[in-house]
């Protein structure tokens, strides 16, 4: 069964300060993808990749980097924290040219 | 405006009531799913349904492709059924899903 992790769970960070979200997938999937759900906004997506070495930006990329190290990791970066950025971040993964994504667990974040 | 959208916003049932979600979406979608999310936790994927009518276990979706609509109906709710349901869907040539705001649904026993 599809297996995505992420780490931390949950996360309290300060304005300004860097916050780094992991999320590891154990099933060789080729696409991996980061959303964040707020209250009225459903799932919107951040960045999103294709393979190990590549990132895209998504719909709402702006605050955000991503980093795509190898197959299984997939990091979304917050260099500079804002209150703004508090919600709830969802890792997915997902093999190429089928439809089904596989969600993690959820960080929640809250920056003070 | 929202791309995909949702009702009723939520829904509050008896246990073994039937209840029946709208999902209305703006584009051509090539895939629609259907999740599920229990208070505070994960998405599960519970159907795929970009067009006609698919069935598990006690829930049936029905997509109208042309009039750009998805329903789940959920025969003789449980307790464990609350949760909040969303629908989303793939546009042709998108990138990822597209997520609507979700109906919460809240079974009592």
């Not at chain 1, 917050?78 to 950025?85: F, G, I, N």
């Not at chain 2, 509050?12 to 584009?27: K, P, Y």
Request: proline share 4%; charged share 15%.
């Amino acid at each position: 069964e599809a297996a995505v992790t992420q780490s931390p769970r949950n996360k309290v960070a300060v304005t300004g300060g860097k916050v780094t979200l992991s999320c590891n997938q154990t099933n060789n999937h080729n696409n991996m993808y980061w959303y964040r759900q707020d209250t009225g906004h459903g799932l919107r997506l951040i960045h999103y990749s294709y393979g190990a070495g590549s990132t895209e930006k998504g719909d709402i990329p702006d605050g955000y980097k991503a980093s795509r190290p190898s197959q299984e990791n997939f990091s979304l970066i917050l260099e500079l924290a804002t209150p703004s950025q508090t919600s709830v971040y969802f890792c997915a993964s997902g093999e190429r040219g089928r439809w089904e994504q596989y969600f993690g667990p959820g960080t929640r974040l809250t920056v003070l | 405006g929202q791309q995909v959208q949702q009702s009723p916003a939520s829904l509050v049932l008896q246990e073994g009531e039937n209840a029946e979600l709208q999902c209305n979406f703006s584009s051509t979608a090539t895939q629609l799913q259907w999740f599920y999310q229990s208070p505070g936790g994960s998405l599960v994927s519970l159907l795929s349904n970009p067009s006609g009518t698919k069935h598990t276990g006690r829930l049936t979706s029905t997509t109208v492709t042309k009039e750009r609509r998805s329903s789940l109906h959920i025969s003789s709710s449980q307790t464990t059924d609350s949760g909040t349901y969303l629908c989303a869907i793939r546009r042709q040539g998108g990138r990822a899903l597209i997520f609507g705001t979700g109906t919460t649904v809240s079974v009592s026993p």
